[in-house]
């Protein structure tokens, strides 16, 4: 059905870049992006725990009727999402080069440091499209996301051609970046229609201001140290 194609297309575009670099580039890229998207994946990794512990109790409230419950719950569990993440992105772009060398070497911080945060801002609109995407599973109508997943997948496998044998690695993080961003506002447009439970500007601003703070506070401190 839909959701396979969904999971299909998701897998592809997990697993293109890497096939892509390792036909236009060398082994060593490979793993230097390897590395990078392991740590750049931490938002998705936090957006599937929060949504595997949704899935059953909300399908039973929906299929119960109490649909003010699950949009309630949807935009405590986004927020959450948020909270937790927006520091993480803030931290990865500050301190990308540190946070790589503590994984790696000199060499490979200075080469993949600036993938980091793209990679991570990636995974926060992945995270955010899969929150969007429940409106779509609870209704079971995944035609929509199916298609909007295909697209993301061959605008994916597109960007990286053209890129990768120019930019290399960076160039798989912005196939990367542009098809995750292009499902998020897809799925953010269509799932209005569906299920609407707001959007949570606010609390965007008030943690970004927040967790730029701490994060500048801190290069200070460590520029003190160096």
């Not at 309630?72 to 993440?85: M, P, R």
């Not at 997943?149 to 051609?161: G, P, S, T």
């Not at 959007?199 to 927040?210: A, D, E, G, N």
Request: one cysteine or more.
């Amino acid at each position: 059905g839909y959701a396979a194609v969904v999971s299909i297309t998701f897998w592809v575009i997990n697993s293109s870049d890497r096939f892509l670099l390792s036909a236009f580039k060398s082994l060593e890229d490979v793993g230097i992006y390897n590395a990078v998207y392991s740590i750049g994946h931490i938002p998705r990794t936090i957006s599937a725990l929060i949504t595997f512990l949704l899935l059953v109790s909300l399908s039973k409230m929906y299929d119960s009727r109490q649909h003010d419950k699950v949009i309630k719950i949807l935009f405590k569990a986004e927020n959450l999402f948020i909270a937790i993440v927006i520091p993480i992105i803030l931290g990865s772009a500050l301190f990308s080069k540190d946070v790589v060398l503590f994984f790696s070497t000199e060499r490979i911080a200075q080469i993949s440091s600036p993938n980091l945060f793209i990679i991570t801002l990636s995974h926060f609109f992945l995270g955010i499209a899969t929150f969007r995407s429940y409106p779509f599973l609870l209704k079971k109508q995944q035609k929509i996301p199916a298609v909007i997943w295909i697209i993301a997948m061959l605008l994916n496998i597109i960007v990286n051609l053209i890129l990768i044998p120019i930019l290399g690695i960076l160039g798989s993080s912005l196939a990367t970046f542009l098809s995750y961003f292009f499902a998020f506002s897809c799925i953010m447009y269509f799932s209005r229609s569906k299920i609407n439970y707001g959007y949570s500007f606010r609390l965007v601003i008030i943690l970004t201001l927040s967790a730029a703070i701490a994060n500048g506070v801190g290069l200070g401190v460590q520029k003190l140290f160096d």
